[in-house]
T-cell receptor
């Protein structure tokens, strides 16, 4: 069974640009969560989608947005990139809303220059 | 005060040692507690999942939760070089499988030396 797949694995952008990251959850998983991981702040929750609806949102500015498609694949977008957005962005999927067990992808490492 | 505090280490131990990793938290609503292991250039993977106070054992790993002290621990017995990784605690309130967000500690980097 394939795991959570995130693309691309690495990305370099410049300030002011925007970026879209993609996440394919484990087959049959309908919930997808996104996290930002930095050395200073650790793992911070961005948002969760379930059945194409955003169910929860972390304390990030509106420049961070996401969506989920009918096949459960998810994308997150960051507009007007800032240097501080450099981080590892992790996606996690879980089977249903009745399970707390999340399976993480390997992440997309974003560097903003 | 952050909701979850975790000593970042680094922690270096010889092979075979007993390792103790800890987190403290401030939110008394947390009821579900997890430990994740993250290898370099990988995503976190779930190691232990516990509800409320008590102990849970799985092979060489034991998780302890003391809600009265707002303190959780992960013990690794007979540590191996393959245990070298960053260990993250995570916790949430609400109901099992609910939409409440997971709150993570910053992680403790562990190195087990052969």
């Amino acid at each position: 069974k394939a795991g959570v797949t995130q693309t691309p694995r690495y990305l370099i952008k410049t300030r002011g640009q925007q970026v879209t990251l993609s996440c394919s959850p484990i087959s049959g998983h309908r919930s997808v969560s996104w996290y930002q991981q930095t050395p200073g702040q650790g793992l911070q929750f961005l948002f969760e989608y379930f059945s194409e609806t955003q169910r929860n949102k972390g304390n990030f500015p509106g420049r961070f947005s996401g969506r989920q498609f009918s096949n459960s694949r998810s994308e997150m977008n960051v507009s007007t990139l800032e240097l501080g957005d450099s981080a590892l962005y992790l996606c996690a999927s879980r089977r249903t809303s009745g399970s707390d067990i999340q399976y993480f992808g390997a992440g997309t490492r974003l560097s903003v220059l | 005060q952050k909701e979850v505090e975790q000593d970042p280490g680094p922690l270096s131990v010889p092979e075979g040692a007993i390792v103790s990793l800890n987190c403290t938290y401030s939110n008394s609503a947390f009821q579900y507690f997890m430990w994740y292991r993250q290898y370099s250039r990988k995503g976190p993977e779930l190691l232990m999942y516990t509800y409320s106070s008590g102990n849970k054992e799985d092979g060489r790993f034991t998780a302890q939760v003391d809600k009265s002290s707002k303190y959780i621990s992960l013990f690794i017995r007979d540590s191996q070089p393959s245990d070298s990784a960053t260990y993250l605690c995570a916790m949430k309130g609400g109901s099992q499988g609910g939409s409440e967000k997971l709150v993570f500690g910053k992680g403790t980097k562990l190195t087990v030396n052969p």
